[in-house]
């Protein structure tokens, strides 16, 4: 994988090695020191006690594929508020 992936996302993956910067969503816990960044999307939602540690989400395989999650890449931005749009009567 050459581009860069967005923080949080997650996949199905179908080979054996992941990726770099990926990880299985096997429910693993994580220290929040250790992706203060992923921790920042995620919270607590899927466990952990938020102060200092977070999971990963657990989500089943599908056949011989994986799901699996960016513990690496860029931040995800925010979307513009519809009032920052452009409408055709802009033009």
């Known amino acids: 994988m050459n581009e860069v992936s967005?923080?949080?996302?997650?996949m199905l993956w179908a080979e054996q090695a992941?990726?770099?910067g990926w990880?299985?969503?096997d429910g693993s816990t994580i220290k929040?020191?250790?992706n203060n960044a992923l921790f920042s999307i995620l919270g607590k939602r899927y466990g952990?006690?938020?102060q200092q540690t977070f999971m990963l989400p657990k989500m089943s395989n599908v056949g011989n594929a994986r799901f699996i999650i960016?513990?690496?890449g860029a931040f995800p931005s925010k979307p513009k508020p519809k009032s920052d749009s452009y409408s055709y009567s802009d033009y």
Do not use: E, W
């Not at 967005?6 to 997650?10: N, P, Q, W």
């Open 48 to 50: 952990g006690d938020g």
């Open 6 to 10: 967005t923080l949080g996302a997650i």
């Open 70 to 72: 960016c513990t690496s």
């Open 23 to 25: 990880a299985n969503c």
């Open 32 to 34: 929040i020191s250790d």
């Open 18 to 20: 992941l990726p770099a």
